[in-house]
């Protein structure tokens, strides 16, 4: 966290005159509450209590599954889902390099992933977006997508989560960008101060390259390098951004971008392509 | 002498404790909780969370945490990020409580009063709380922590994220309705 200015603005507990005064008792005193221990204890019990709601449905399909090994004597490949569209921070990085604009959404079915992921087990109690979660992970995008709709009602944090769970559901399960575009703008309309605002905008930013709207996308990148999305994802900014200007042809300033992202800590890896573009002319001409 | 300012050493020495706790170390938990409980009961009274509801909203803002950890991005400082959750947490108790006591006011027999529980605040810290309650959500919540928690005015703008243009004028604005209110005598 930065360190504040102590020149400007000055607090008002540094001056001297009532509210200064006031401020400066105020924190002097203890702040009254819970001891830290009896939180504790508090806490726990909840997720002890809220523990059987998630191990039952667990229980129930493993014993499930193991008769099913029984019955049919070899276990019937499981329906998974892309790793990409579950683990966390998968949505943030940078999927593939640029392709040309299509102008439509991809359609193509997602890639059958080897392995599933890994449940969230420090989550002391599930939300109502759980089941959502779990017909993702059997395949039923659509259903889940619908569920993960019904659970984005309201204004708690888990709509928030479930707005943006749909959102990802919609661009990487089922191929509909657009859909998952406009399901982002909602996001930003109904929580502009949510906590996955930072990630909400990203998410944007690469839907929008995928859809080829590279206008949009460099400018939503100029906007967000110059707020706190660039402050916390600056690096995949410029990632994006040296890709976008590598495919309008615009080498100059797309090297420029690769350094910056370079300097932001960016993996190599992922600027490899731009630079490859932009520094060996093409030499397709006999 | 401002709250914050003890508890910055998180960024450096963190980092292994949120890694622990994202791989469900039930001490990494418990050691978070430890050193972040004070500052965000704190933080939750001063936005303006009633006594009555405080520590149901600490807990909630531990389950937020514990639920999205796994998400939290470790380029931003998990202060900052508990702020927000904090901020968020805190609007929706106070409309809670806020319903409450409507409630308990148009029906008083069903018996749904908050529990009361012991609180014994300072007079200085009511009288605090009670002309940051006059000040607009907005306002309070860049008061609070600008002029409580002693965040910069960057900090603040990742918080509410508003750019920093707008921190600074509703920190202008809020100071001009709190020096009003204490000037009327709270």
Known sequence: MATSNPEFPQRLGDGTDQAAVLIARALAEPMPGPSEQQSWRKLRSRSVRAAPRWVMPAVACALASIAALFWFGHPAPAPTLSPDVWAPG????????????????????????????????????????????????????????????????????????????????????????????????????????????????????????????????????????????????????????????????????????????????????????????????????? | MLASAAASDVVESGHDLLDRCVAGSPSAWRGLHQRYHRSALSVLRRLGVPPSHLEDACQEVFVDVFRYLPRFRREADFRTWLYRICLSRARVTRRRARMWSLFSRVSPEVGLEPIQQPFDEGQASRQLATAIERLSEAERAVFVLFELEGLSGQDIAEIIQRPQATVFRRLHDARKRFTAVLEEGV
Do not use: W
């Open chain 1, 90 to 286: 998968a949505a943030m990085a940078p999927q593939a390099p640029l392709t040309e604009p299509s102008g439509q959404a991809k359609t193509e079915p997602p890639p059958v992933a080897s392995e599933r992921p890994k449940p969230l087990t420090s989550a002391p109690h599930e939300s109502d977006a759980a089941p959502c979660g779990r017909q993702a992970k059997a395949g039923q995008y659509e259903a889940a997508a619908a569920c993960y709709a019904r659970a984005a009602r309201g204004n708690s944090m888990d709509a928030e989560l479930a707005l943006y769970e749909k959102a990802r559901l919609e661009a990487k399960a089922l191929g509909k960008s657009s859909l998952a575009l406009s399901t982002l703008d909602e996001h930003a309309r109904r929580f502009p101060g949510g906590v996955l605002t930072t990630e909400v905008e990203l998410t944007r930013i690469e839907l929008l390259s995928q859809l080829g709207r590279r206008a949009e996308a460099l400018s939503a990148i100029e906007r967000g390098l110059r707020g706190a999305l660039g402050r916390e994802r600056g690096g995949d900014l410029q990632v994006l951004r040296a890709e976008l200007l590598g495919a309008q042809g615009d080498c100059a300033a797309a090297l420029d971008a690769v350094r910056l992202a370079r300097q932001a800590g960016a993996h190599p890896a992922r600027l490899e392509a731009t630079e490859q573009r932009c520094q060996l002319p093409a030499t397709d001409t006999p």
